[in-house]
């Protein structure tokens, strides 16, 4: 009996350049089977032109990948037949209704008319779109169009499934939705690598993330332990005034790590523990902190202190949070600036 490979993914500097331009830059992935893999990073990172190198729509300048131990070049034909793509455009046709999407697109796969006729219904059903199957996609709302998209592209389960951008441009209600489906597919076996720029959506549904930014990997591990890599914790805090918030950054910074504003909030600060100190010597070094603010005369209407955000953890490795257009700009690959 044929034991399931324990990676689904392993890969090891995989490069592609298009003319002088370096997309994806030695990338080195390891995906166990029956995870979630988050790969986070801003537009332009090189989210887009990995996946298109995993699934074979694209091949490697150098490098070498394994998906479910077939190699990436010389076996691609077998790994088409374990993966499936959710791309961040949709793929379904919106001239069609949703039920004659998911019937033509198991008809292609080779089921039988009343085989075709049961998996799109059972579909419809599982993706909360029944009341909507004969309307024309066309009509349909993002969060709608996402969830049949994802839908096709399990017609036949997938030992792997990549999910590129999966929420892109979606509501709150929406993105939940997805992260549902995310985790329903996982809990019946199947592989998930997602791309994503936001952090709440890694944080929600990844086993394990890499930091992506210029094509290169420069940060992977668990949740916990990259949000434990940038310190013991964070010290959030609200001022009462935002005239001395510039104070409060000067009595911070002999205390704590990078004291920084929020740019949406002009009374907010955070600031980080210095990573070498334990926990209980953290506790007490924001302590000091907070003692020196209210000797200062600085007014403090509200303060917690916790483990970094995944959000304050992308800020520390890359000096810019994933959304503010701070990319190489030089990612050929359309979709990945979408």
Avoid: C
Wanted: aromatic share 4%.
């Amino acid at each position: 009996m044929t034991t399931e490979p324990e990676l689904a993914i392993e890969a090891s500097g995989l490069v592609k350049t298009f003319g002088e331009t370096r997309a994806v830059d030695g990338v080195d992935l390891s995906v166990r089977t029956g995870s979630v893999y988050g790969v986070l990073g801003p537009n332009g990172a090189g989210k887009t032109t990995t996946i298109r190198l995993l699934t074979t729509l694209l091949q490697p300048d150098s490098g070498s990948a394994r998906i479910f131990g077939h190699d990436l070049v010389r076996e691609a034909g077998a790994i088409r037949t374990k993966v499936s793509l959710t791309g961040q455009l949709a793929s379904v046709d919106e001239d069609l209704t949703a039920r004659e999407n998911l019937y033509l697109l198991s008809r292609l796969q080779g089921f039988s008319r009343t085989a075709a006729q049961e998996r799109a219904d059972e579909l419809l059903d599982g993706f909360g779109l029944a009341d909507a199957a004969a309307r024309q996609v066309k009509t349909f709302s993002g969060g709608m169009r996402r969830r049949l998209d994802i839908a096709a592209s399990i017609v036949v389960s997938p030992e792997l499934l990549f999910l590129d951008e999966p929420t892109a441009s979606l509501d709150p209600r929406s993105r939940n939705q997805v992260w549902e489906i995310v985790r329903a597919l996982v809990e019946v076996g199947t592989t998930v690598l997602l791309t994503t720029q936001y952090l709440e959506e890694a944080d929600q549904l990844a086993d394990r993330i890499a930091v992506i930014e210029h094509g290169k990997v420069i940060a992977e591990g668990t949740p916990g332990e990259l949000k434990t890599s940038v310190g013991s914790g964070t010290l959030h805090l609200r001022l009462a005034s935002a005239d001395q918030r510039a104070d409060a950054e000067r009595v911070l910074g002999r205390f704590l790590e990078d004291p920084a504003g929020v740019r949406s909030d002009p009374v907010a600060l955070s600031a980080r523990v210095p990573t070498e100190l334990s926990a209980q010597a953290a506790q007490e070094r924001v302590r000091q902190a907070l003692a020196e603010l209210a000797s200062a005369g600085i007014e403090v209407n509200e303060f917690s202190f916790g483990q970094p955000s995944l959000d304050e953890v992308f800020l520390a490795i890359t000096g810019h949070r994933p959304d503010d257009g701070s990319t190489n700009g030089s990612d050929p690959d359309k979709e990945d600036v979408a």
